[in-house]
Antibody, heavy 123, light 107 residues
Framework: EVQLVESGGGLVQPGGSLRLSCAAS????????MNWVRQAPGKGLEWVSY????????HFADSVKGRFTISRDNAKNSLSLQMNSLRAEDTAVYYC????????????????WGQGTMVTVSS | DIQMTQSPSSLSASVGDRVTITCRTS??????LNWYQQKPGKAPKLLIY???TLQSGVPSRFSGSGSGPGFTLTISSLQPEDFATYYC?????????FGQGTKVEIK
C-alpha cells in the first residue's frame, strides 16, 4: 500500500524549533518530488515547501523562507521539515504530499497525502 | 505569486443536483490547474489534474474544464459522499497556490 506517515508534531513555544518527519512506503520514494502543505485550524490549504527527487532543488513559501528547511533521505525513504523561529501563525496541521508523477521537477499535483501532524505554537 | 479565486465560497445543494465551482487565476497558467476534495479531519484527495484529467479511481461524475484564467469543476449529479470542501491549485510555477476553498453543504 502506498503510504505517507507524518510524525513530530506537538506544542512548542514561540521562537522554538520542531522537526517533522514523513515516512514513505509502498512506492519508489527516490523517484518522486515531495512537498509539505499545511492547514491552519478552520482555514484553507497552504503549500509550504518542495524538494526534488534527488534533493538538489528546494522551494519555500515566502512565509517560511529562512526559517524552515526541507530535506530527504532516499536511502531511508524519509522526508523532513526542520522548523525554526516558530510563530503563532505557523500553528497548523502539516501534511507531506507526493508529487503525482515520477518525472524531473514533478508536476505540482499532489496525489498521495499523509494523515497530517498537528503543530501548535503557543506560550 | 499567482492568486487563486474560487467561487462561490460555499453552496447548498441537494443529492442529484449539478454543481459547478469556478476558479480564476491572476495570470495565465496554461492548464496547470488541479482540484482537490477534502472532508473534515481528513487529508485532501486529488480529483483532477491538468485542468481536465480525472485522477485514477475518481468517479466520472466529476469533471474539469477551462484554460487560464478561468476553470470549472463540475459534479454532474451530487452524491451524499460528495459533501465536502473543494480546492483548486495552480502548479504552473512556485509557489504553488490554492484557492480559498468551496464548501458544498446539504440543502
Amino acid at each position: 500500500e502506498v503510504q505517507l506517515v507524518e510524525s513530530g508534531g506537538g506544542l512548542v513555544q514561540p521562537g522554538g524549533s520542531l522537526r517533522l518527519s514523513c515516512a514513505a512506503s509502498g512506492f519508489t520514494f527516490r523517484n518522486y518530488s515531495m512537498n509539505w502543505v499545511r492547514q491552519a485550524p478552520g482555514k484553507g490549504l497552504e503549500w509550504v515547501s518542495y524538494v526534488s527527487s534527488s534533493g538538489s532543488t528546494l522551494h519555500f513559501a515566502d512565509s517560511v523562507k529562512g526559517r524552515f528547511t526541507i530535506s530527504r533521505d532516499n536511502a531511508k525513504n524519509s522526508l523532513s521539515l526542520q522548523m525554526n523561529s516558530l510563530r503563532a501563525e505557523d500553528t497548523a496541521v502539516y501534511y507531506c504530499a507526493r508529487d503525482s508523477l515520477p518525472v524531473a521537477g514533478g508536476t505540482g499535483a499532489f496525489d498521495i497525502w499523509g494523515q497530517g501532524t498537528m503543530v501548535t505554537v503557543s506560550s | 505569486d499567482i492568486q487563486m479565486t474560487q467561487s462561490p465560497s460555499s453552496l447548498s445543494a441537494s443529492v442529484g443536483d449539478r454543481v459547478t465551482i469556478t476558479c480564476r487565476t491572476s495570470q495565465s497558467i496554461n492548464n496547470y490547474l488541479n482540484w482537490y476534495q477534502q472532508k473534515p479531519g481528513k487529508a485532501p484527495k486529488l480529483l483532477i489534474y491538468a485542468a481536465s484529467t480525472l485522477q485514477s479511481g475518481v468517479p466520472s461524475r466529476f469533471s474539469g474544464s477551462g484554460s487560464g484564467p478561468g476553470f470549472t469543476l463540475t459534479i454532474s449529479s451530487l452524491q451524499p459522499e460528495d459533501f465536502a470542501t473543494y480546492y483548486c491549485q495552480q502548479s504552473y510555477t512556485s509557489p504553488w497556490t490554492f484557492g480559498q476553498g468551496t464548501k458544498v453543504e446539504i440543502k
